[in-house]
């Protein structure tokens, strides 16, 4: 049973930095993707940043040049450095994970889920 708990969540400034993690246990698939999820008040929850078997990261457009996602597989934790930080980054933050290829989307298919961490921002 996969299990993924977040914590680092918080209140910040605008232009600050806040850094969330991810603590996954119970998976063996040798071939898996891991996401950082966002759901902001009023709007559908949105992917942010993904990295799949440690390689490339893929980040949404709000995500660009402001949030860094990372793997430690020693400790089987997963990052989201969030720097410059915007109101609009204000929302409840999501770890998830999925197995296997062949997905239509860096967004797409994922099935375990943490049980979210709050970040706020305030202008």
């Known amino acids: 049973q996969v299990q993924l708990v977040e914590s680092g969540g918080g209140s910040g400034q605008a232009g600050g930095s806040l850094r969330l993690s991810c603590a996954a246990s119970g998976y063996t698939a040798s071939t898996y993707c891991m996401a950082w999820f966002r759901q902001s008040p009023g709007k559908e929850r949105e992917g942010v940043a993904r990295i799949c078997n440690g390689g490339n990261p893929y980040y949404a457009d709000s995500a660009k040049g402001r949030f860094a996602i990372a793997q430690d597989s020693a400790k089987n934790t997963l990052y989201l450095q969030m720097n410059s930080l915007k109101p609009e980054d204000t929302g409840v933050y999501y770890c998830?994970?999925?197995?296997?290829?062949?997905?239509?989307?860096?967004?797409?298919?994922?099935?375990?889920w943490g049980q979210g961490t709050q970040v706020t921002v305030s202008a």
């Open positions: 998830a994970a999925r197995m296997g290829i062949g997905y239509s989307g860096p967004f797409i298919g994922y099935n375990y």
